[in-house]
């Protein structure tokens, strides 16, 4: 067991696979609205997914999830199931979207808004996303693994939120979810030295409120055990020569 390293090949339709999860992502923006359920939702990337893209959903019926997407609103920190409840104004969102295309994995998620949200949810997306960024940042080779999470964590907390123990990112690839386990806390001397051709997620959850989470009867669903409202962004990343590349990003983020 260990750190598979992607061949120049298999990068090309990491690469491919990468965007096609971002495409879904910018795809799916006008949609999230007040009103819209994430039912409606799942059904339009599902569809976007299969048709345009000639792609397969992977969370539809991995280990049993009975969704094409995971849509975790509020205080849901991962693995929200979409259902039939309307989004209302002021409701914070994550859609995490994973396609295989060509037998491999492009996985990312962004927040959305809906309608106009409290400053306090605002600034609970604005730091969890500059948290992600700061763990990419420490993507390179040289670097260990807890770089990254010791990064996220650092800057979470500074502002006085917490990070979720619980899920981390992994390696992706043919497989969904491969070696490394990737910590959203840390320190910088612990886990496996980063290593050119190595591709996987970051994607830190953070807690307004303290960083317990429980999971739901449906063994999926997990959701803050304060209530306080989480956030999540994720990216799909590769170590390059010198640095990184992010095979998930979207033009807006350019
Ligand atoms: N996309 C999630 C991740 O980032 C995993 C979802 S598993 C599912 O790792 F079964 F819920 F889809
Ligand atoms: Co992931
Ligand atoms: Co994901």
């Keep these: 067991m260990s750190i598979i390293i992607k061949s120049a090949s298999e990068i090309e339709k ?23 359920t994430t039912n409606q939702l799942n059904q339009y990337c599902h569809d976007y997914i299969i048709d345009v893209q000639q792609a397969i959903p992977a969370p539809l019926n991995y280990k049993g999830f009975p969704k094409s ?3 975790s609103v509020n205080h849901q920190v991962c693995h929200g199931i979409p259902n039939d409840k309307p989004l209302k104004n002021g409701d914070i969102i994550n859609v995490d979207i994973t396609v295989i295309k060509e037998g491999y994995h492009g996985d990312t998620s962004k927040m959305f808004s809906v309608g106009d949200v409290s400053p306090f949810a605002q600034r609970l997306m ?10 990419i940042e420490q993507v390179k080779p040289g670097n260990r693994f807890g770089a990254i999470g010791h990064a996220i964590q650092h800057y979470a907390e500074s502002n006085r939120y917490s990070v979720v123990r619980e899920f981390c990112g992994h390696g992706v690839g043919r497989d969904f979810h491969e070696e490394p386990h990737v910590m959203h806390f840390g320190k910088v001397t612990e886990g496996a030295f980063m290593e050119p051709g190595m591709i996987f997620t970051i994607e830190p959850m953070i807690n307004q409120g303290k960083k317990e989470v429980k999971t739901l ?3 999926w669903q997990a959701v803050t055990k304060d209530h306080s409202l989480s ?12 640095g990184y590349e992010i095979l998930t990003l979207r033009a807006e983020e350019l």
């Design 14 to 36: 990491m690469r491919t696979a990468g965007k096609l999860a971002a495409d879904v992502l910018e795809m799916i923006a006008p949609f999230v609205v007040a009103g819209v």
């Design 69 to 71: 997407i995971c849509t």
């Design 126 to 135: 604005d730091v969890t996303y500059q948290a992600l960024f700061l763990g």
């Design 217 to 219: 009867a449906d063994k």
């Design 231 to 242: 956030a999540q962004w994720e990216h799909t990343v590769l170590v390059t020569d010198t």
